[in-house]
């Protein structure tokens, strides 16, 4: 599970920014884990409609739900799906192909971090990696991942947002 829709809403307002930040249409936004295609359905609903969608998820049901949400008006087409797992390294896209990569709460079920490098390798230089963790999804090996790109220059955080846990223990 994601943290909810709370946390897509972040997403869709980074994806906004990116946009912005590219100044141009037809940008390329690689959904990593897309599922049913939430992102891109929140993204259009607030105006992004110009851009190239790819996405990719493990699970045939997923995809198969989101080829059948495509057929309806209100969800952006995808103009790339794959059934991938994003463990499974190198994934099936070009170096630096596309100009964002976008991954809402799947991170919590991959425990290796060396799918980060994909994130880099992928994204076009100076482009954009939204990656939405879980408050407990960010453990330690990912915080060292993480950390070490930054120290090699391979990506820079640009902003976080401020922790918080939407689920409460009954």
């Keep these: 599970l994601s943290r909810g829709k709370e946390d897509s809403e972040r997403a869709v307002s980074l994806a906004l920014q990116v946009k912005v930040a590219k ?17 891109p359905k929140l993204c ?4 992004l409609t110009d851009c190239k969608w790819w996405g990719f ?6 995809l198969d739900t989101l080829r059948n ?5 209100e969800f952006p087409t995808y103009d790339q ?8 390294l190198p994934w099936p896209y070009e170096d630096n192909s596309a100009d964002c990569c976008i991954c809402n709460g799947v991170l919590i079920y991959v425990s290796d971090p060396s799918n980060l490098d994909e994130f880099v390798r992928v994204t076009k230089p100076g482009g954009f990696c939204v990656i939405m963790f879980r408050h407990d999804g ?3 090996a990912y915080k060292a991942k993480d950390e070490a790109l930054r120290a090699a220059g391979k990506w820079e955080l640009v902003t976080k947002t401020e922790d918080k846990i939407n689920f409460k223990a009954l």
């Design 23 to 39: 100044g141009k249409p037809g940008c390329t936004i690689l959904d990593v884990g897309c599922g049913t295609g939430l992102v």
């Design 44 to 47: 259009k609903e607030r105006g």
């Design 138 to 140: 960010y453990t330690e």
């Design 69 to 73: 949400n495509m057929q309806s008006p």
């Design 57 to 62: 998820d493990l699970t045939k049901e997923m």
């Design 81 to 88: 799906v794959d059934q991938h797992d994003l463990s499974v």
